[in-house]
């Protein structure tokens, strides 16, 4: 097994290239089978959710070949198959979009419930809802969702919570379906307009995306593309957080400042002067940071893929800060973590309260999700001493590079595996 040791202290200095966006990598991707000829997506993060999600697409029938580390040329011209088995499924939560994507080429989808990060329950009713409202039957048959129709037409949805895979999964499914599908209520994300943008240089017909409700009037046929995925803003938003957190002086660059506006605000109220170019944003925090309160909300709103890592930077602001998680029931299992390194943290349902500490201190510690993972990264490049992070393929999921990038800023970290770690977890 593979660890992060990470030696903290360290003011973070310099400049990042952030990477193209894993969230709309993993639904872009799954896209492409609805083409009829093939597609070549440029800006893919080095991510192991990519490998996934591109190991899938190749089963499936596809041919798949990587022009270079970040670009990849797919034709589905040969899929013939409409199963995602568990195998394939187990660790990603994006793999609930070759349901969508399949139902949308083959009126047909057998795919095992996704994995990805556990944050309690992760319910598919609404992209369920969504189908049906195509004309698609659904129903859960060995364990596997299976969706099926003889043809798939317009429908109008109205989404009870806020969801962007089921915006994204009704989306893939409706795009070629015959008539207009109206999603209301629908998820404002950036992945979502990237999906819609990707979606219409193929010959698709979508309007609205980044509004709450998105028109989608079906077309017979999508061609290939060339297409380059947006920047990543929960990437952008982590390094512009350990900037801060450990009082440095960053600029991260190929980002759209747009999308990072709610995560800025924040950082601005800890005291953090922020300048933001056209394709890049600087960050330097001086002294410590000031407490603030943040809630999460779907776009536009803070992310809650954010909230760990701005946690990890409060835990050591001067007061008393307020963390309000009002998209997942269950996004708190990594203060566990973060109390073993000194910080002070009381978590009641989705609200937590954190009183800032003066420092924290290293410890083993476990990603227990891929954000969490990065919020363990921040604390570690935070403490005096040696942090050693456990399960780090969580952070493997979503992160491209994070030990060269966070080197290149001037951190120490390291991955090893056990046996050249320094022994800390061995002595427990
Ligand atoms: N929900 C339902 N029913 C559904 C779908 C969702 O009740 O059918 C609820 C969820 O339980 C949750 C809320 O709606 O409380 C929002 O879930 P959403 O569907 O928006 O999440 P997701 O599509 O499963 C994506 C990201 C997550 C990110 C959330 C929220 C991808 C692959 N994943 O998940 O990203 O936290 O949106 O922004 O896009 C991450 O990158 O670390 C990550 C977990």
Same mark, same amino acid.
């Given at each position: 097994?593979e660890k992060f040791v990470i030696k $903290?202290?360290k003011?973070l200095k310099g400049t990042v290239r952030i990477s193209g966006?894993?969230?709309?990598?993993?639904?872009?991707? /799954?896209?492409?089978?609805?083409?009829?000829?093939?597609?070549?997506?440029?800006?893919l993060p080095e991510i192991s959710?990519?490998?996934?999600?591109?190991?899938?697409?190749?089963?499936?029938?596809?041919?798949?070949?990587?022009?270079d580390n970040t670009?990849?040329?797919?034709?589905?011209?040969?899929?013939?198959?409409?199963? @995602?088995?568990?195998?394939?499924?187990?660790?990603?939560?994006?793999?609930?979009?070759?349901?969508?994507?399949?139902?949308? #080429?083959? *009126? #047909?989808? #057998?795919?095992?419930?996704?994995?990805?990060? &556990?944050?309690?329950?992760? /319910?598919?009713?609404?992209?369920?809802?969504?189908?049906?409202?195509? $004309?698609?039957?659904?129903?859960?048959? &060995?364990?596997?969702?299976?969706?099926?129709? +003889?043809?798939?037409?317009?429908?109008?949805?109205?989404?009870?919570?806020?969801?962007?895979? =089921?915006?994204?999964?009704?989306?893939?499914?409706?795009?070629?379906?015959?008539?207009?599908?109206?999603?209301?209520?629908?998820?404002?994300? /950036?992945?979502?307009?990237?999906? =819609?943008?990707?979606?219409?240089?193929?010959?698709? &017909?979508?309007?609205?995306?980044?509004?709450?409700?998105?028109?989608?009037?079906? @077309?017979? +046929?999508?061609? $290939?593309?060339?297409?380059?995925?947006?920047?990543d803003?929960?990437e952008a938003?982590t390094y512009?957080?350990a900037a801060?957190?450990?009082?440095g002086?960053v600029t991260i660059t190929n !980002?759209?400042?747009?999308?990072?506006?709610?995560?800025?605000?924040?950082?601005?109220?800890?005291?953090?002067?922020?300048?933001?170019?056209?394709?890049?944003? #600087?960050?330097?925090? *001086?002294?410590?940071?000031?407490?603030?309160?943040?809630?999460?909300?779907?776009?536009?709103?803070?992310?809650?893929?954010? +909230?760990?890592?701005?946690?990890?930077?409060?835990?050591? =602001?001067?007061?008393?800060?307020?963390?309000?998680?009002?998209?997942?029931?269950?996004?708190?299992?990594?203060?566990?973590?973060?109390?073993?390194?000194?910080?002070?943290?009381?978590?009641?349902?989705?609200?937590? @309260?954190?009183?800032?500490?003066?420092?924290?201190?290293?410890? /083993? !510690?476990?990603?227990?999700?891929?954000?969490?993972g990065a919020?363990?990264i921040i604390?570690g490049l935070?403490?005096?001493?040696?942090?050693?992070i456990?399960?780090i +393929?969580?952070i493997d999921r979503g992160y491209e590079k994070i030990v060269e990038k966070f080197t290149a800023l001037g951190a120490d970290i390291k991955r090893v595996?056990?046996?050249?770690?320094?022994?800390?977890?061995?002595?427990?």
């Amino acid at each position: 097994m593979e660890k992060f040791v990470i030696k $903290g202290g360290k003011r973070l200095k310099g400049t990042v290239r952030i990477s193209g966006a894993k969230n709309a990598a993993v639904a872009v991707l /799954p896209a492409v089978l609805l083409a009829d000829s093939p597609c070549v997506i440029e800006n893919l993060p080095e991510i192991s959710d990519v490998t996934a999600i591109c190991n899938c697409l190749e089963a499936l029938g596809s041919k798949v070949k990587y022009l270079d580390n970040t670009t990849v040329e797919i034709d589905p011209t040969g899929v013939n198959s409409f199963v @995602v088995s568990a195998a394939m499924a187990k660790n990603m939560r994006a793999s609930s979009y070759f349901l969508g994507a399949l139902l949308g #080429r083959m *009126k #047909r989808a #057998r795919v095992a419930p996704p994995g990805g990060c &556990n944050f309690g329950v992760r /319910p598919i009713d609404q992209h369920i809802k969504g189908f049906e409202a195509l $004309g698609a039957k659904v129903s859960i048959e &060995n364990g596997m969702v299976e969706a099926r129709c +003889q043809k798939l037409g317009g429908g109008s949805v109205y989404l009870d919570v806020v969801s962007v895979g =089921a915006t994204i999964n009704i989306m893939l499914a409706a795009v070629k379906a015959r008539g207009t599908t109206v999603i209301e209520n629908a998820a404002r994300e /950036p992945h979502i307009v990237d999906l =819609a943008n990707f979606l219409n240089s193929m010959g698709a &017909n979508i309007m609205g995306a980044g509004t709450n409700v998105i028109k989608i009037r079906g @077309v017979e +046929q999508l061609n $290939g593309t060339t297409y380059s995925v947006i920047p990543d803003q929960i990437e952008a938003g982590t390094y512009l957080v350990a900037a801060a957190a450990t009082k440095g002086d960053v600029t991260i660059t190929n !980002v759209i400042p747009k999308h990072l506006e709610s995560i800025i605000a924040k950082l601005v109220e800890t005291g953090a002067t922020v300048e933001q170019g056209d394709e890049d944003v #600087r960050i330097y925090l *001086k002294g410590r940071a000031k407490k603030c309160k943040v809630k999460t909300m779907p776009h536009p709103g803070f992310p809650t893929d954010m +909230q760990p890592q701005m946690a990890t930077l409060l835990a050591t =602001a001067d007061g008393t800060s307020i963390i309000t998680e009002g998209v997942w029931d269950n996004r708190f299992r990594y203060v566990d973590q973060l109390t073993l390194m000194g910080a002070q943290v009381q978590v009641d349902g989705k609200t937590a @309260v954190i009183t800032g500490v003066e420092k924290l201190n290293s410890a /083993p !510690v476990k990603a227990v999700d891929l954000r969490a993972g990065a919020a363990m990264i921040i604390a570690g490049l935070m403490a005096e001493g040696t942090t050693e992070i456990e399960e780090i +393929q969580h952070i493997d999921r979503g992160y491209e590079k994070i030990v060269e990038k966070f080197t290149a800023l001037g951190a120490d970290i390291k991955r090893v595996t056990d046996s050249e770690a320094g022994g800390l977890f061995k002595a427990n």
